[in-house]
Each structure stands twice: as C-alpha cells, then as structure tokens.
C-alpha cells in the first residue's frame, strides 16, 4: 500500500521469510557458524536457542543452504509427538519404508531397525544425516531421552545421524535438569542467539529498504531510528513488525519521514501498548565480547562459498543521523556466477611492510583493479610477508616444505582477525562487479591496513563488513620437523612440541595444576583462549599456542610497549 509513496518497489518489513532479504549480524554468523562447526563435529547434538523472533529460523534456513551435497536432512518443525509419532515421521523425511504389519502400532524396535538399517547403507555410501527440530521446546523430556537414545546408531569412526535441535530459551533450562544429563553431555555445539545491538538495528532496516529499492533519503528520523530500537529490543521480528506499521502511519499522514512519535503510536497498535523505553529484557543487546565464539566458529567453518555484500565507500563511524547517513548496509544476496570478474592484479611482488600509523593511509578500500583474483596468488602475496616465496602452481606445498601451513575459514569476524593477529587474506565482493582479495597487514582499534601490489588503504573496521563476509586465508608456522599436512597436534612430533610450549607458557598464561595429561592441557588452553575446550588441538589452537609462546611468525598488531 504505502511502497510506491517512499519510493520503493515492495513493502520492506514483511515478516515472511523472503530469502532476498536475509539479514545475517555478526552474532547470526557466529551462530551459523557454531551451527556448521558442530555438524562436522562426527554426530551428536548441536543446540541453537533464541528468543522468540531472535532469527534462529533465518540462521537455520542459512544452514540448509549451504549444506554440502553429500549432506541428508529431515526437517521437524512440529515436535509436539509422542516417541512412536516422532519416528515415524524421521523415517518419512528420510523415505524408510517401514515393514506393514497386523493390528495395532507398531513397536519402537520395528521403526529403529529398519531406520538404523537405512542409516547404516546411507553412511556406506558417503552420506551425511542430519535432522533438525524446530520449536524442540515443545518436546516433553520422554521424547528427548529417546532422542539421545538413536545418536547410539554409529560406527566405529562416527555417529551416523547429526541432531540439531532450535528452540526458546527454555530448551536450555529443560537441558538443564538432571534426568537430561546424558543428553546435555552429548551437545557439540550450543549457541544462543541475542537480539541486535543499536547499530545493527539500523543497519537491519537500511538493509531491508534497500532490498525493497530504497534510493536513499531519511525515511526513519534519527529519533525515529532510536526509538525502533528501544521498542523492538533489537529481535527482528519486533523490528519488521513496528517499522511496517510505522510507514503506514507516515503514508496515511501524508509524511515522507517517520517521525518518533509515529513509532511510538505504531508500537500502540502492534503490541497493544507502547513498552516503556526504558524497558529491560533478557534480550536487551549488550556490547558482547565476541571473541570466544569467533575463534571456536573458526575451528569448524568447513563451507565454501558466503555472501554477497552491497558497499558505497563511507571513511567515517556509522551515525543514527538518518537511515541514510548510514553506510550502505550489507545486502545478503548469493553471489552470482555471472558477475565479472575483477579485472586482473599482479600479485605484489614486494611485501607491504607494516605502516607505523594506519591514520597516514589513503581511505579504503583498495579498488577493485588492485584486487587479488585469485586464492593460490593470494597465499603467493601472503608467502613474501613471511619471506618465503611460493612460486609453484600449489603454493600451499611449497608452503609446508618451508614449514608453513595455509588456512582457511569462510566465517571470520573482527574480533577473530584481531585475536588471531596475522597477516590475511581477506576476500572482498561487490555485486555485479566480481570479488577479489586484499591483504590485512596492521589493524588497531578502530582500522585495518588493507594492501595490495605495494600499496595500502585504511579501512574502518566499522564498515569492514560492509563489503567482507568473512573469508579468510592465512599461513601458520607448523611445530619444528613437523613433515606433511598438520590437523591435529597429536601427530608426529607436534605432540612432544605442543607439551614443551604449553609448559613454557608466560606468567598469566600457565595452565592450572588439574591438567595432567596432554589433552588436559589442550583442553585447558582452549578454554582460557575462547575455543571449543574439544582436546584437538587444530589450526587455531596451534597459532594461538604460537602467538603465546612467541613463535616468530608475521603480527597483524603493533606490540604493546
């Protein structure tokens, strides 16, 4: 009704779940990526919980999109079934044909067998069974036990069935009791989901107008903005709800802005009374220090292929001036396959050293001729930061001959670039116009150095992530005589490494005396470090031991005197 009045193609704020207008913060991404991380964990439980509107369905629709192909999934979004009710309708969603028989119900052992069966020759042939449970609140704890119960279906190397179960808050407290232990102990995975903070609101309603064909102006007032914020409490749901009866208001009055006090009467309609601003919730958005989760999500991000993100150039912090002062939001469409390329970019052939003061940068970033085209030229400009040339065509082994290991993770946020405080390759893309890579050389509190062929920008970290869904790439330096491809630090003679550095860890950093064995050790580490406390000591543990232990090895930051 009121689209063509602001200029727009379709109303902005539907609460249907229009793929085109995915939204995905900082903190969905981290949930996407726990999400990912535990479904390559060998089975088991991954836990996703969430307040009501919080985007835990967006987050879940994220998962199945980008699910490999090898993946199986049944989807329960009705868990309100009896234990026969719910295995019967697994073994709908996976086409397990059970055995007809006489009168009556059939028991548990004749829909198990033939399930077990099916999941038995689906596993021979290289599939991955995944069953996700939506509103899993709703499941009483009769039915969760017989949950726990079918993750026994396994071989010797894995599980052969991923559960994940999506829920209110409550789920965690069910979880909680002690007659779920046994379940509880078996989640390889939990995440729970927040509202949006201040500024991801009014990104989140930037977003969604320019997917509708905003062309810019202020359509929410800055009070306007603020007070969406403080009525929706940040859940998307609340957001979508109270803008779409907000430009309402505005198109019925004739007013091309909404005002502050058209929220105010548009929360009135929708929630039947307008909350107090001052309102606090258990969804209430906090500054969160995001670190712990970026780096466990980076141990387990396994999937190729992100997002498409819209950027207009903005060197300056995001202000709730006007919907339009704001930077350009991120624009989450799939990247398509007919974009063009960037036009091709030598690889840098000499080293971007590390700038003394990021302000002395030219604003970025880099422009799309100076980008990287490829992966391999990327690790190539990555390899002369660590003087090592690598000039073959794979130059991740010429990487491990010098002793050096390439990574990569498709869900890297700020805090993990910092945390992880390496040189990068970061993966740039702009909509129409292609993608590309650009080094990460310096980063301080507020920018990122961004380089490429010699020259370097500054980019602000707050608008980073306008234009980088967070594809990474990096080299770290393997233990000493450590031959081959390093996943795991119980190999070779990483594991007499590993021991000796995490007994020589600085004053500060020295593991508590309950951790006896090696994997205690780990274990502990990751835990003071924000990693997943799994005992296998991967990439990230391993560059985050050589961070700590000093291992000479390129820094993204400037040592603190």
Same mark, same amino acid.
């Given at each position: ?13 539907s ?27 060998? %089975? ?19 998962? &199945?999109?980008?699910?490999?192909? /090898? ?14 009710? &719910? ?7 996976? %086409? ?11 028991? +548990? ?12 020759? *689906? ?8 069953? +996700? ?6 499941? *009483?704890? /009769? ?23 999506? %829920? ?19 989640i ?8 949006? #903070? ?10 969604r107008?320019?997917i509708? !064909? ?7 007032e800055?009070?306007?903005l /603020? ?13 979508? &709800? ?10 019925? *009055?004739?007013?091309?802005?909404? =005002? ?18 001052s309102?606090t919730?258990?969804?209430?958005a906090?500054?969160?220090d995001?670190? !712990?989760?970026?780096?466990? $999500? ?7 292929? &992100? ?30 396959? =007919? ?87 970061l ?5 129409? @116009? ?19 062929? %010699? ?9 980073? *992530? ?23 630090g ?32 780990? @274990? ?15 990439? $990230?543990?391993?560059?985050?031991? #050589? ?14 005197r």
């Amino acid at each position: 009704m009121y689209a063509a009045f602001f200029g727009l193609t379709q109303p902005p704020f539907s609460i249907a779940p229009d793929p085109r207008y995915l939204y995905l913060s900082e903190r969905h991404r981290e949930a996407l990526a726990h999400l990912l991380y535990g479904m390559e964990s060998g %089975g088991g439980f991954v836990l996703l919980t969430g307040e009501i509107g919080a985007g835990k369905t967006t987050v879940c629709r994220a998962v &199945l999109e980008q699910l490999p192909a /090898h993946a199986r999934v049944a989807y329960i979004f009705n868990p309100k079934l009896t234990v026969g009710d &719910l295995l019967n309708t697994i073994c709908h969603e996976f %086409g397990v044909v059970l055995p007809t028989r006489g009168a009556g119900p059939a028991t +548990i052992k004749e829909r198990l067998d033939p399930l077990n069966a099916h999941l038995l020759a *689906s596993h021979g042939a290289g599939q991955h069974n995944v069953l +996700i449970i939506d509103e899993a609140q709703s499941l *009483s704890p /009769h039915v969760l036990e017989q949950l726990r119960l079918l993750t026994n279906l396994e071989t010797n190397e894995r599980k052969l069935l991923q559960i994940i179960l999506i %829920g209110q808050p409550e789920l965690r407290d069910m979880l909680a009791r002690p007659e779920l232990e046994q379940l509880s102990q078996r989640i390889v995975a939990r995440f729970h989901l927040s509202a949006l #903070n201040e500024s991801e609101t009014a990104r989140y309603v930037t977003h969604r107008l320019k997917i509708a !064909g905003w062309k810019g102006g202020a359509v929410f007032e800055p009070e306007a903005l /603020h007070l969406v914020f403080k009525l929706s409490r940040g859940v998307p749901r609340r957001i979508n &709800l109270l803008c779409d009866r907000a430009l309402l208001g505005a198109y019925a *009055s004739h007013q091309h802005s909404v =005002a502050a006090k058209m929220v105010h009467q548009a929360a009135i309609e929708v929630f039947g009374e307008a909350p107090a601003q001052s309102r606090t919730s258990r969804t209430a958005a906090k500054p969160i220090d995001w670190t !712990g989760l970026a780096l466990g $999500a980076l141990m387990g991000a396994c999937v190729t292929g &992100l997002l498409a993100w819209w950027w207009q150039p903005s060197t300056e912090e995001p202000s709730s001036a006007s919907v339009a002062a704001l930077p350009t939001p991120p624009s989450l469409q799939a990247e398509s396959a =007919a974009a063009p390329a960037p036009q091709s970019a030598p690889p840098a052939t000499t080293p971007a050293k590390q700038p003394q003061d990021l302000a002395s940068l030219p604003p970025g970033p880099p422009p799309i001729d100076a980008w990287i085209t490829s992966e391999d030229d990327a690790f190539r400009a990555l390899g002369l930061l660590w003087s090592t040339p690598l000039r073959s065509k794979d130059p991740c082994a010429d990487a491990r001959r010098s002793g050096l290991q390439c990574y990569r993770t498709p869900l890297m946020t700020v805090n993990g670039l910092r945390q992880l405080d390496r040189p990068a390759a970061l993966k740039l893309q702009l909509p129409g @116009q292609g993608s590309g890579y650009v080094l990460a050389t310096a980063i301080n509190d507020t920018a990122v150095a961004l380089s490429s062929g %010699g020259r370097q920008w500054r980019m602000p970290l707050t608008t980073l *992530s306008s234009i980088w869904a967070g594809y990474y790439v990096t080299l770290w330096r393997t233990p000493p005589e450590q031959e081959g491809r390093l996943n795991n630090g119980y190999v070779g003679t990483a594991a007499q490494w590993m021991e000796k550095q995490l007994g020589a860890l600085p004053p500060g950093q020295s593991l508590p005396p309950s951790a006896k064995t090696l994997k205690d050790k780990v @274990q502990a580490f990751q835990e003071a470090n924000g990693l997943e406390t799994d005992g296998v000591a991967g990439p $990230a543990t391993l560059m985050l031991l #050589n961070r700590a232990t000093g291992v000479d090895e390129p820094r993204l930051a400037k040592p603190k005197r």
